[in-house]
């Protein structure tokens, strides 16, 4: 099995900055991408940000040069760097994996999604 582990979010005023992390842990051998999504009540959860092992990047047009991500290949681990961050930014941040190959079998799963952390842009 495959798990998600999303930290980092939080209260921070209109301006500020917040970094996101998501942990994988389990059987993986590998994870070609890595994504962040977010939703707000009453809307679809949008993409936010996705990176492959690579290290190429994409945005959403609405956190293009405000929004950085990046990732630790050995750790398992992407990160989402947040600056001038607006209220509209205000969301439950996911971290999203659509698929994991697995080390001791080679098989492959898909789909993993993490808890979710609240991100809060006010003043």
């Known amino acids: 099995q495959v798990q998600l582990v999303e930290s980092g979010g939080g209260l921070v005023q209109p301006g500020g900055s917040l970094r996101l992390s998501c942990a994988a842990s389990?059987?993986?051998?590998?994870?070609?991408?890595m994504t962040w999504y977010r939703q707000t009540p009453g809307k679809q959860r949008e993409l936010v940000a996705r990176?492959?092992?690579?290290?190429?990047?994409n945005y959403a047009d609405s956190v293009k040069g405000r929004f950085t991500i990046s990732r630790d290949n050995a750790k398992n681990t992407v990160y989402l760097q947040m600056c001038s961050l607006k209220p509209e930014d205000t969301a439950v941040y996911y971290c999203?994996?659509?698929?994991?190959?697995?080390?001791?079998?080679?098989?492959?799963?898909?789909?993993?999604w993490g808890q979710g952390t609240q991100v809060t842009v006010s003043s």
């Open positions: 389990g059987s993986i051998f590998s994870i070609a991408v």
């Open positions: 990176i492959t092992s690579g290290g190429s990047r």
């Open positions: 999203y994996v659509p698929k994991v190959v697995t080390t001791t079998t080679g098989e492959v799963g898909y789909d993993y």
